[in-house]
């Protein structure tokens, strides 16, 4: 089991940036392949960037490419999303999860934290 935890969500004024941290207790988290995802209101889950175990290859949404950016610290079991020129539509819960292997299905990942809120004020 791995447990997941997020945080450094919050409100922004469009154009601002956020940092979402994901915290893992449990399994070894370096054994592990992690994501981010997002949902808003009336919207199925979807993916928002993923990095290797080894943070040696990252992928993005082509919706968030160059403003997100994705890394992990496996000494500190935790992986982060920057979140830089927000846009009122990147509102959503943000949720982190854990595979074994990366993927850009959500079906793919294993385990999921609970989420935080980002919200985005035009």
């Known amino acids: 089991q791995v447990q997941l935890v997020e945080s450094g969500g919050g409100l922004v004024q469009a154009g601002g940036s956020l940092r979402l941290s994901c915290a893992a207790s449990?399994?070894?988290?370096?054994?592990?392949?992690m994501g981010w995802f997002r949902q808003a209101p009336g919207k199925e889950r979807e993916f928002v960037a993923a990095?290797?175990?080894?943070?040696?290859?990252?992928y993005y949404a082509d919706s968030v490419k160059g403003r997100f950016t994705i890394s992990r610290d496996n000494a500190k079991n935790t992986v982060y999303l920057q979140l830089n020129s927000l846009k009122p539509e990147d509102t959503a819960v943000y949720y982190c999860?854990?595979?074994?292997?990366?993927?850009?299905?959500?079906?793919?990942?294993?385990?999921w934290g609970q989420g935080t809120q980002v919200t985005v004020s035009s």
């Open positions: 999860a854990a595979a074994r292997t990366v993927g850009w299905a959500a079906r793919e990942y294993d385990y």
């Open positions: 990095i290797s175990w080894s943070a040696g290859n990252t």
């Open positions: 449990g399994r070894p988290f370096s054994y592990y392949s």
